[in-house]
């Protein structure tokens, strides 16, 4: 696909999002994590960039700035480093879920300005709140912006009392009709009754992306799927085998058949990989130094950062399962000292070592 400039990106106005979304919306999105520098405060910016480059290399169409822990302006200087590293090279994509809806419009006026093309979107609600009052929260964020915007449905406590599944499938339907809404993103373990349902509330106007791989191809069948990610994509390929990238290419290609041959190839690698993330992901968390540790393996930077799930703790067994997953899948890896990994490549080569960081979180 041809990129156009990042301005002209971010300026397409609200009612023209969706038909710039069918148009360029296509392929494979995956997430950019930030590297820390040894105080665990500021960023180690050759390490991120070093990253955008290989998210680059790898053949993605969009990529995730994302980070748990950091405040609205960490994160605003995040995706200031990957808009100027990526030129323009890759559709840049936020992540605006404040408590404070203006601290959301304020991330989404940042994006906007650095060039990025879409942001999921979630706002502050509780349970019992009307639909009406959690839709105009969300219209009122979303007129704010013409960046496109992807919904996110999980289960969540407080949608308990508009839908059985706890997803808000008519609010989300409402959202879905404002111009510059342009997907959804089903997350990884919901079933498959829950993602049919999701998909038959919202398929007619915006477009689908599961981050359950394993079911694109059946719902490809019937639904506009024609992106899918917003997670470690590097956990089921690499820059020399780029195996999702070319299984999203035959899925927009209506190539099925193509795309279970290389789904099969990758299908190992993904099932351990959906295995470690789901007890993580049902308490809304994510095993972090593990998908670190999956990106380094495949090229990218590596490098622990601040302490967010004191349970996901990277021990000598979860690294060797990684890598048996990835043999599994025939994925080659490129495995340097653990050190690197720990510190960053880009830390590692200006000669900073484990021992100069103010400490080593989810390490073991």
Known sequence: MTMTSDA???????????????????????????????????????????DVR???????????????????????RFMAIAADEAQGRILLSATADDDDLNVSMEILAKAESLGFSHSILRVPSVLGESEDAIFAKYKHVIESTNLGIILFATKKPQFAHLHPSSIPLNLYRRVAALPNVVGVKVTQWLDPTMVMQVCD??????FINTANLSMIPLLAKSYPIQWMGEWNIQAVQSPEQPFAVEFMDHINAGNTEKALE???????????????????????????????????????????????DETAILDEAGRTAIKKAYKASGINITEGPIDEFLVGKANYAKGIRPKDFVDLPCWK
């Open 54 to 76: 290989e998210h680059i290399r790898s053949g993605f169409n969009s990529m995730l700035c994302t980070q748990p822990g950091l405040n609205a302006q960490e994160k605003m």
């Open 262 to 308: 290389v789904y099969w190839k990758l299908a190992p690698a993904f099932q351990y990989f959906a295995d470690l993330q789901r007890n993580f992901l049902i308490v809304g968390s994510h095993p972090w130094p593990h998908l670190k540790y999956y990106q380094w393996l495949v090229g990218g930077n590596g490098g622990i950062y601040r302490m967010v």
């Open 201 to 206: 509330y919202l398929a007619d106007r915006i």
């Open 8 to 50: 002209r990106i971010a300026s397409v106005p609200q009612a023209a999002r969706k038909e710039w979304a069918r148009e360029h919306l296509k392929g494979v999105e995956s997430t950019l994590r930030v590297s820390f520098a040894p105080d665990l405060i500021d960023f180690d910016e050759a390490g991120i960039r070093h």
